[in-house]
């Protein structure tokens, strides 16, 4: 081979060397990340789950009658399993939206101390699980960006990265948005409201 060859050559090949591991390393830069933020994740739901029981304890004191209730949720906290923490999280997330629901009722103790401190944790621990959450599927986002794009997808199938799911978690806090709409503007299409 002539030196004009090999020179072009030996930079092209340099090139894709350096482009490859690149592209490799940020794979694994967004794999950490991704990990990362899901022990912030779970670290806030410990939290959460850590709270509840004072917080059961502080409604179960204004409403001794649904004792049934308190004592289903209380079980239901201290069955966290691996395999299927994501909708025991959503169940336990339900469950808290009942029991406050249920605080609604006693104006009492919706004005206790104890209750609203509990309540204002919560609350911090709900925005720090949505935080957690939003970190997380903004790398997963960037992660299967990368996964799909072209030439780094050549790098996926070879080191077998593939495209990773969002992270679906309901809050306590949470609330539905309300229908503003009445029954009569059901009809109507989007051009008259």
Avoid: C
């Avoid at 340099?14 to 482009?19: N, R, T």
């Avoid at 939206?97 to 509990?118: H, M, Q, R, W």
């Amino acid at each position: 081979m002539s030196p004009p060859i090999i020179v072009p050559l030996l930079f092209v090949t340099f090139f894709l060397v350096a482009w490859s591991i690149g592209t490799y390393n940020k794979f694994i830069k967004y794999r950490n990340r991704i990990e990362e933020s899901l022990q912030g994740i779970d670290v806030a739901l410990k939290r959460r789950a850590n709270l509840i029981p004072s917080l059961v304890k502080v409604v179960e004191k204004y409403s001794s009658h649904e004792d049934k209730i308190f004592q289903e949720k209380t079980r239901q906290l201290g069955m966290l399993s691996e395999p299927n923490r994501l909708e025991e999280e959503q169940q336990i997330s339900r469950n808290i939206g009942g029991l406050l629901a249920i605080a609604e009722a006693y104006p009492d103790l919706k004005a206790s101390t104890n209750f609203l401190d509990l309540q204002n944790n919560l609350d911090e621990i709900e925005q720090d699980v949505q935080q957690a959450r939003n970190r997380y599927n903004g790398y997963i986002a960037r992660f299967n960006t990368q996964v799909e794009s072209f030439p780094a997808s050549y790098i996926a199938r070879k080191f077998h990265f593939t495209k990773q799911d969002y992270l679906v978690l309901e809050l306590a806090t949470q609330r539905e948005m309300p229908n503003i709409f009445t029954p009569s503007d059901s009809g109507r299409t989007d051009k008259e409201v």
